[in-house]
């Protein structure tokens, strides 16, 4: 049973891996909050809201890179 609970049934009855769905839904959103952010950096006349973008997208890639491990 552990098999099936990562098939998902679309309504047109195809299967799909719901690890897969998360990834590329956690892809897509990384990737709009990134572009998003580069955006508003680069058509920003004043820099007082800088830093929220710039922690954006460095929270973003944070999450992305793998953890260092302690041996």
Known sequence: MV???????????????????IFIASICISLIIIIFSCYQLSV?????????????????IGIWCPHPTVK
């Open 3 to 21: 098999e099936n609970d990562n098939i998902l049934q679309s309504c047109c009855n195809i299967p799909s891996d719901k690890r897969l769905l």
């Open 44 to 60: 920003m006349h004043d820099c007082s809201s800088e830093n929220l973008y710039v922690g954006l997208i460095t929270l973003i």
